[in-house]
Antibody, heavy 119, light 113 residues
Framework: EVQLVESGGGLVQPGGSLRLSCAASGFTFSNYAMSWVRQAPGRGLEWVSSISGSGGSSYYADSVKGRFTISRDNSKNTLYTLMNSLRAEDTAVYYC????????????WGKGTTVSVSS | DIVMTQSPDSLAVSLGERATINCKSSQSVLYSSNNQNYLAWYQQKPGQPPKMLIYWASTRESGVPDRFSGSGSGTDFTLTISSLQAEDVAVYYCQQYYTTPLTFGGGTEVEIK
């Protein structure tokens, strides 16, 4: 069974940092693009970042560019995002999602991890 | 950036009736080299993560009931629920994956009339 499990969320002060992880199982992780998508309370879905299967290409929303870094460890079947200089507006549930081999739809989603940025 | 505009924001449909959700992209998401529309539809029920229903604008994901169908090409797309069931109450989103930044529509909330 294909499964994604996020971890690492929590309460952090503005300006702080957090690293989220997403453990993948049930598929050949290195063959697929992966993405982070967030959802602020009561709001819609917002794409955050994506990375190719090899890790050689990564893409970011303007709202996080320069502050967030997406990465993956294909030997550990794990996706990461390092979030620096966090702001109140980064408060959201963060989902990791599996894509296609070269396509950035999202066919499997994790349950999400909550990030709250507040003093 | 490609802006995805969904309509309506919400709709109430009687059980067994048809529900139609529209999604319009600010530029074409049809890739000419493979004649594919880079458009997906997702369903999100309260307290749950989204679930992909449709990709390539009209290809139903495995396990998705056949009452869900996607249509359209270029910039105009439709998700149709042919006979609404109680378990279909959810928010539905379209998403283009033609180019980054990947973008979602604002969502359409479907409820029972």
């Amino acid at each position: 069974e294909v499964q994604l499990v996020e971890s690492g969320g929590g309460l952090v002060q503005p300006g702080g940092s957090l690293r989220l992880s997403c453990a993948a199982s049930g598929f050949t992780f290195s063959n697929y693009a992966m993405s982070w998508v967030r959802q602020a309370p009561g709001r819609g879905l917002e794409w955050v970042s994506s990375i190719s299967g090899s890790g050689g290409s990564s893409y970011y929303a303007d709202s996080v560019k320069g502050r967030f870094t997406i990465s993956r460890d294909n030997s550990k079947n794990t996706l990461y995002t390092l979030m620096n200089s966090l702001r109140a507006e980064d408060t959201a549930v963060y989902y990791c999602a599996k894509g296609g081999t070269d396509y950035y739809y999202m066919d499997v989603w994790g349950k999400g991890t909550t990030v709250s940025v507040s003093s | 950036d490609i802006v995805m505009t969904q309509s309506p924001d919400s709709l109430a449909v009687s059980l067994g009736e048809r529900a139609t959700i529209n999604c319009k992209s600010s530029q074409s998401v049809l890739y000419s080299s493979n004649n594919q529309n880079y458009l997906a539809w997702y369903q999100q029920k309260p307290g749950q993560p989204p679930k992909m229903l449709i990709y390539w604008a009209s290809t139903r994901e495995s396990g998705v009931p056949d009452r869900f169908s996607g249509s359209g090409s270029g910039t105009d797309f439709t998700l149709t629920i042919s006979s609404l069931q109680a378990e279909d109450v959810a928010v539905y989103y379209c998403q283009q994956y033609y180019t980054t930044p990947l973008t979602f529509g604002g969502g359409t909330e479907v409820e029972i009339k």
